[in-house]
């Protein structure tokens, strides 16, 4: 079969339009948080209908591409991912934006994720029968390992405070139990609501998380939120040479996200975390990791972009969607007649090796326009004043939490959860390992649940467990990535100790330095009352599920068990001067702090009531009073209220006139 001779039907006019076009709205979708790529391929897809299957699936196929990548302009600048899949993103790339390296940053990603698709789509176009194999391999016990290989991850996210790092993932996993139990079907933990009976949406709280907390101390202070770069730019040349030297990091992370994408389920956030894992693993410096490292940026953009190929070999060869937009693409197959299945690259040939060559042109095309984009984006975030900077990004939150589902209440869980977030990371519970223990909780359960039945009902629990060869494989690496930072943290610093022993004067004299003797940390009475908050919830999970089948309580009680264990130990050791102190607040800063919070939960509160417009609005000029430190001109003023009332608006027409979504009907608009 001459697969080359389809890369003709590719490079028509119409077929580089729609590869164009669709990576360009799929990167402004996937920059936007909440607006996802699944949400954008849905919306496209009945204009499909009436294209050349080819040309079609192209179009999605560029879509979906170019939102995986958009999602980390969002993770770079305002520490939100725009997808779930850029969250270890954030890890990196935001602290190189808030010290002046966000274009950087910026060109980084977009290489990375130019590797990464590019390698995904070669996997796809030469060995999708062979790798589709490597899908059917995997079980639940090699699915519930490869989640506690994610979740290894916070060893490394929490080195000198590993134990509020394992509280976080607790407190995330729990969060992952509420809803309808994924094995078994229990209701868990709604408290009597029919809006928890869904869980809680995945997006909506990695948007609360994550961005709330940025929100609220981006008003406290007059600091722009983003250090200008001096040099200005994308500073390609520094950015070529520093991407050039992580060759070895971008080759094996995009392969990591070929394989990982083949998963159905897994998809692009596991692909990251177990790539960023690797490249801190491998580092020779992983104390930089979480504060700024290029590595990181470029080990997760090239897997999460390599997963869109991978995750197309499943859909294409053996009908089974990998992810969500995965899924809408094979509905689109189906409605075009297209029989899915290991016999579609022989009868279908000339539109599945059309498709692959599109979605390969596709990710060509992603280099220049993300570098484009990225041009602008940098600085024109830089430039915003504070003033019009926050109400836009709180606007943005607010509607990517409401868009998934047309729902306020999403809009409510988000806003709570990142005022919660926001509270805990005052006193050193990161919102990294909560995030972490939310997305990879259901996947950790289902495979956990399903592997213990089988395991019970034939008698070999623990071979299920630990004698599958992939699973031994996942075990022994998540093993070495947990201990790794600790063996490397305690070689710096004896090798410090006898630097600085060699370093020191025959015969002393030197003033010895004072020691900590915790009357700081003891003074802090935060961190003892979260942890009493959050043992309470631990024994509250263990009462709760008393109640529930075996399979629905299991997950929960460990869970439940080791979080009210692990936080009072936190208590003990704060008591023993063991941890650090809480950071200093300012009395203004603490007033707009409150008002802040104040004012997003009023928003989400009255969305319904006043209607979706009319409260965002209010709530927009609301902000830009918060967030004011320069007093302008009265005519600046104006400006920026007439501004705020213009982006409220298009907004609003976006998602009710273009979008079709529901929205509340209130008193007003």
């Given at each position: 079969m001459d697969i080359l001779g389809y890369?003709?039907?590719?490079?028509?006019?119409?077929?580089?339009?729609?590869?164009?076009?669709?990576?360009?709205?799929?990167?402004?979708?996937?920059?936007?948080?909440?607006?996802?790529?699944?949400?954008?391929?849905?919306?496209?897809?009945?204009?499909?209908?009436?294209?050349?299957?080819?040309?079609?699936?192209?179009?999605?196929?560029?879509?979906y591409t170019g939102a995986i990548y958009g999602g980390a302009y969002a993770a770079i600048l305002v520490n939100t991912p725009?997808?779930?899949?850029?969250?270890?993103?954030?890890?990196?790339?935001?602290?190189?934006?808030?010290?002046?390296?966000?274009?950087?940053?910026?060109?980084?990603?977009?290489?990375?994720?130019?590797?990464?698709?590019?390698?995904?789509?070669?996997?796809?176009?030469?060995?999708?029968?062979?790798?589709?194999?490597?899908?059917?391999?995997?079980?639940?016990?090699?699915?519930?390992?490869?989640?506690?290989?994610?979740l290894t991850l916070i060893a490394a996210l929490s080195v000198g405070n590993t134990l509020k790092g394992l509280i976080g993932a607790l407190l995330g996993l729990f969060l992952s139990t509420i809803g309808v139990a994924v094995v078994g079907g229990d209701v868990r933990y709604t408290?009597?609501?029919?809006?928890?009976?869904?869980?809680?949406?995945?997006?909506?709280?990695?948007?609360?998380l994550y961005c709330i907390p940025v929100l609220i101390d981006l008003v406290?202070?007059?600091?722009?939120?983003?250090?200008?770069?001096?040099?200005?730019?994308?500073?390609?040349?520094?950015?070529?040479?520093?991407?050039?030297?992580?060759?070895?990091?971008?080759?094996?992370?995009?392969?990591?996200?070929t394989v990982v994408g083949i998963l159905p389920g897994a998809g692009g956030s596991i692909a990251g975390l177990v790539s960023y894992s690797?490249?801190?693993?491998?580092?020779?410096?992983?104390?930089?990791?979480?504060?700024?490292?290029?590595?990181?940026?470029?080990?997760?953009?090239?897997?999460?972009?390599?997963?869109?190929?991978?995750?197309?070999?499943?859909?294409?060869?053996?009908?089974?969607?990998?992810?969500?937009?995965?899924?809408?693409?094979?509905?689109?197959?189906?409605?075009?007649?297209?029989?899915?299945?290991?016999?579609?690259f022989a009868d279908e040939a000339g539109i599945v090796y059309t498709f692959i060559w599109g979605l390969l042109i596709a990710t060509v095309l992603m280099l220049p326009a993300g570098l484009l984009i990225g041009r602008y984006a940098y600085s024109t975030v830089v430039r915003i004043p504070k003033a019009m900077l926050a109400p836009t990004v709180?606007?943005?939150?607010?509607?990517?939490?409401?868009?998934?589902?047309?729902?306020?209440?999403?809009?409510?869980?988000?806003?709570?959860?990142g005022i919660l977030a926001w509270g805990l990371a005052r006193y050193g519970f990161a919102p990294s390992p909560i995030v972490l223990g939310l997305v990879l909780g259901q996947i950790a359960e289902q495979g956990f649940v399903q592997t213990y039945l089988i395991g019970n009902a034939s008698g070999r629990i623990a071979e299920m467990f630990f004698g599958r060869p992939i699973s031994i494989g996942i075990i022994l690496a998540a093993v070495l990535t947990l201990a790794y930072p600790?063996?490397?943290?305690?070689?710096?610093?004896?090798?410090?100790?006898?630097?600085?022993?060699?370093?020191?004067?025959?015969?002393?004299?030197?003033?010895p330095e004072a020691a900590d003797d915790g009357q700081e940390g003891a003074r802090d009475l935060g961190t003892p009352i979260w942890a009493g908050l959050l043992a309470i919830l631990g024994v509250l999970a263990l009462w709760g599920a008393q109640g529930m089948s075996a399979m629905g309580s299991v997950f929960p009680t460990v869970i439940g068990a080791a979080l009210a264990v692990l936080s009072l130990l936190l208590i003990g050791l704060h008591f023993a001067g063991r941890t650090a102190p809480a950071e200093a607040t300012e009395g203004e800063s603490r007033v707009r702090r409150v008002a802040l919070a104040v004012i997003l939960a009023l928003w989400v509160a009255l969305l319904s009531v006043l209607g979706f417009l009319t409260a965002s609005i209010l709530a927009f000029l609301a902000i830009i009073v918060v967030a004011d430190y320069d007093r302008p001109a009265p005519r600046v003023w104006a400006l920026w209220v007439v501004s705020g009332v213009l982006i409220c608006i298009a907004f609003w027409w976006i998602l009710a006139d273009v979008l079709l979504l529901r929205m509340p009907s209130g008193l007003l608009i």
């Open positions: 890369l003709w039907g590719a490079l028509t006019p119409l077929n580089l339009l729609f590869a164009a076009v669709g990576v360009v709205l799929g990167t402004v979708v996937g920059a936007l948080p909440g607006l996802s790529a699944t949400m954008a391929v849905a919306v496209l897809v009945p204009f499909t209908f009436t294209m050349d299957p080819a040309s079609g699936l192209i179009a999605l196929g560029a879509i725009g997808t779930p899949s850029a969250i270890a993103t954030t890890f990196d790339g935001y602290p190189m934006a808030r010290r002046g390296d966000g274009g950087v940053a910026i060109s980084l990603a977009t290489m990375a994720s130019f590797v990464g698709g590019i390698v995904g789509a070669l996997a796809l176009l030469a060995l999708a029968p062979p790798l589709a194999r490597v899908a059917l391999a995997f079980g639940p016990p090699e699915y519930f390992w490869l989640a506690i290989f994610g408290l009597g609501m029919q809006s928890f009976l869904g869980g809680i949406d995945l997006t909506s709280a990695i948007i609360g406290a202070t007059r600091d722009p939120h983003l250090k200008s770069a001096e040099t200005g730019g994308l500073r390609l040349g520094e950015s070529a040479r520093i991407f050039l030297a992580q060759k070895v990091n971008v080759v094996r992370s995009a392969v990591i996200g690797e490249a801190r693993r491998s580092s020779d410096s992983p104390e930089r990791f979480g504060k700024g490292a290029p590595e990181g940026i470029v080990a997760t953009e090239a897997a999460n972009n390599a997963t869109v190929g991978g995750g197309f070999i499943p859909t294409l060869v053996l009908g089974i969607p990998g992810t969500p937009p995965d899924a809408i693409i094979l509905g689109a197959l189906l409605v075009q007649g297209i029989k899915i299945g290991p016999t579609l709180a606007l943005l939150t607010v509607i990517g939490s409401f868009a998934i589902h047309s729902n306020p209440k999403d809009a409510q869980m988000m806003v709570g959860l600790f063996v490397a943290d305690r070689i710096r610093r004896r090798k410090r100790t006898v630097e600085t022993a060699a370093a020191a004067p025959v015969g002393g004299g030197g003033v």
